[in-house]
């Protein structure tokens, strides 16, 4: 049973930043690809970053030049590095992995969820 633990969530303000972990209990480099979502109340979850195999990544347009998507295969863990954070930006932060299909930012895609993290930008 595939485990994914996420954690780094908490409250800033705008403009400062978090690094959000998500650390999987079986090895990252048999999934296909992960990524994080994210949902604000009253939302729909929606992409947020997702990482491949081979590294490569790909971001929605909002988050774009603030955010940074990243893995290390010794701790099976994922990260989302999160920069001049804005109030927008508020919302649970889920992780997530696939072992079907390469990098995509769609629910659909992806068999393994965490239990999420909160994150709250005031401003």
């Known amino acids: 049973q595939v485990q994914l633990v996420e954690s780094g969530g908490g409250s800033v303000q705008a403009g400062g930043s978090l690094r959000l972990s998500c650390k999987s209990s079986g090895y990252i480099m048999n999934y296909r690809a992960m990524a994080w979502f994210r949902q604000a109340p009253g939302q729909e979850r929606e992409g947020v970053a997702s990482t491949a195999m081979m590294s490569d990544t790909a971001y929605e347009d909002f988050v774009k030049g603030r955010f940074t998507i990243s893995k290390d295969r010794a701790k099976n863990t994922l990260y989302l590095q999160m920069s001049s954070l804005k109030p927008e930006d508020t919302a649970m932060y889920y992780c997530?992995?696939?072992?079907?299909?390469?990098?995509?930012?769609?629910?659909?895609?992806?068999?393994?969820w965490g239990q999420g993290t909160q994150v709250t930008v005031s401003s």
């Open positions: 997530a992995a696939g072992l079907e299909n390469g990098l995509s930012l769609r629910e659909k895609e992806y068999a393994y």
